[in-house]
């Protein structure tokens, strides 16, 4: 049933957040051994505990037998420790803060600790990987691979070459994708923020700008947006989802590139953030959580007052 891509079984990821533990699970389902680093050791808890409801939530869906439960969580092993985490690894995937010099740094450990064979990849959303690259000796080995959330629902990662990446680099992650059941897309020329994402980012910078600019609320901005794309949910509950301090950080990557004052994050989102209030991961964002409001049926039937 599985097929596999014997050349790229030991993976390690690097960050236990929102995405790192949903790369990590998705290698697990599809049998691979798996080693999770972060720096947080409450961060790796609460990671073993979301994966178990997110491979419940698959199994209730249909696309995990729930025979293999604990098989596939017993596939990943967690540490703060980055030298046993990555020491015996055949693909490392970074999924840590989206901040260059972090990154940058990481990378640079990452490139004495893993065998020469070793591929390094980021899962940056707007950091393109020839940025990380000179951090390393090992530019042939690095790319860049954009999953995106949630993964087994949506099975996409889009790839994308540094200065240096080789064919035999992109051709074995390509496979790795492939052989975990998520459908690789190629970048075919580096481009911040890939393919999706520059389009996500468009509908995301004007529905911030028509909240912060007291044209819209942003309960209207999701509901015209759910109404007429016909979607579970709006540009705002998105947002809340990624988490406001993510979105954050991924506008000032855009806005450090451009200079364009039109591209900083606007005020809007600094205060949210300052109040700690950033999505659901913190009970509150646009919304409140557990139950947004976007989710009751009402929602659609009444614009704001
Ligand atoms: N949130 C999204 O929807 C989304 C989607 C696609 C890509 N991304 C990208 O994925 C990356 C991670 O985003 P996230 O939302 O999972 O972030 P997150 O804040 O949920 O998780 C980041 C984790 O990295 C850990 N960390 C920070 N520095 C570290 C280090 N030096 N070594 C080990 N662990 C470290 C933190 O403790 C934290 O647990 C970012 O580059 C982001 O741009 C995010």
């Known amino acids: 049933m599985i097929s596999h891509n014997d050349s790229l079984h030991d993976v390690c990821v690097v960050g ?41 939530e698959q199994i209730k869906a249909g696309i995990v037998s729930a025979e293999r439960y604990q098989e596939i969580l017993d596939r990943i092993h967690l540490t703060t420790s980055l030298e046993e985490a990555a020491a015996d690894a055949d693909l490392v995937i970074e999924a840590i803060k989206e901040d260059l010099e972090v990154k940058r740094d990481l990378f640079r450990a990452l490139d004495k600790i893993c065998p020469t064979n070793t591929i390094l990849a980021t899962n940056s959303s707007s950091l393109r990987v020839s ?40 051709e074995a992650v390509r496979q790795f994708s492939q052989s975990i059941s998520v459908v690789p897309i190629l970048v075919r020329r580096e481009s911040t ?54 979105v954050r950080d991924i506008e000032n990557v855009y806005y450090e590139e451009s200079g364009d004052p039109s591209d900083a994050p606007p ?39």
Request: charged share 25%; glycine share 6%; aromatic share 8%.
């Open 16 to 56: 236990a957040g929102f995405m790192g533990r949903q790369i990590a699970l998705q290698c697990a389902v599809y049998e691979r051994s798996v080693k999770m680093c972060d720096i947080s050791e409450s961060a790796l808890r609460l990671c073993e505990k979301e994966q178990a409801s997110l491979l419940e």
């Open 131 to 170: 940025r990380i690259e000179t951090a390393t000796s090992r530019p042939d080995r690095l790319l860049n691979t954009h999953f995106v959330q949630p993964i087994w629902k949506h099975p996409f990662v889009e790839l994308m070459r540094g200065t240096a990446t080789s064919d035999k680099t992109l």
């Open 193 to 246: 923020g890939f393919i999706f994402a520059r389009i996500w980012r468009a509908v995301k910078k004007e529905s911030l700008l028509l909240v912060d600019q007291g044209i819209a609320t942003p309960e209207d901005v999701d509901r015209t947006w759910m109404i007429q794309m016909e979607t579970p949910m709006g540009p705002f509950g998105l947002m809340d989802i990624i988490g406001l301090d993510v």
């Open 267 to 305: 005020k809007l989102l600094a205060d949210k953030i300052e109040k700690g209030e950033l999505g659901v991961k913190t009970g509150k964002g646009f919304y409140i959580y557990p139950d947004p409001q976007y989710k009751q049926p009402s929602f659609l039937l009444e614009a704001s007052p």
